[in-house]
């Protein structure tokens, strides 16, 4: 009777010692979740826009409160290091040159979907959750709406807003700063 392959978890350590093998290309889009290396859909034109506005308007309004953060990679975990769109992090003088940031550095996680709207949330939004990151926007540009999620408990956030067009955000940790919608979706 043969035995049932068993499928590998790759640490976040063992991710990393693959890419500096050169098993990826700098300009692969993988994320590691779950201990499984996942390819991220190519980005699209809105999603690119949706991201460089929000950069824009997040550094403008922060400024050196925070770390903005664009697409890269955030520890979640030992089986998880996301890259989020945009990662509002603790300020750190060296840009966080002697690591990643992990889950503890995170104020707020923007994630743009245009086609990833399922995956984004139905998959990585729990991983938010668990890993206790304060506060996850998901930017929906389909719809014109984004979905603020606040207070993460388990696999899932306690409070959900949903906003759209008129509406006003502003983040949990930055109460001063107000961000309209309208602005973040172009």
């Known amino acids: 009777m043969a035995m049932p392959l068993a499928a590998h978890r790759f640490t976040v350590d063992e991710y990393h010692r ?3 093998a050169g098993v990826f290309h700098e300009d692969d889009r993988v994320e590691l979740l779950d201990g499984q290396i996942v390819q991220m859909t190519p980005i699209g034109i809105r999603h690119a826009a949706c ?3 929000l950069n824009a308007l997040i550094i403008g309004l922060a400024g050196t409160r925070a770390t903005v ?4 990679p955030l520890i979640l975990g030992e089986h998880h290091e996301p890259q989020p769109d945009v990662a509002v ?3 750190r003088a060296d840009g966080y040159q002697t690591g990643h940031p992990r889950a503890l550095d995170t104020l707020l996680v923007v994630e743009v979907a245009d086609t990833s709207l399922a995956y984004d949330r139905d998959v990585k939004l729990p991983r938010y959750a668990r890993a206790a990151v304060p506060e996850v926007w998901l ?7 984004i979905a603020v999620y606040r207070e993460p408990q388990g696999d899932a956030y306690a409070r959900i807003r ?6 006003i955000l502003t983040p949990v940790h930055f109460p001063d700063v107000t961000l309209a919608v309208t602005d973040m979706l172009g």
């Open 18 to 20: 693959m890419g500096e």
């Open 89 to 91: 992090l603790r300020y």
């Open 69 to 72: 953060s664009i697409q890269n």
């Open 162 to 167: 949903s906003a759209g067009p008129g509406d």
């Open 139 to 145: 930017v929906d540009l389909t719809a014109e709406r």
């Open 51 to 53: 991201v460089n506005r």
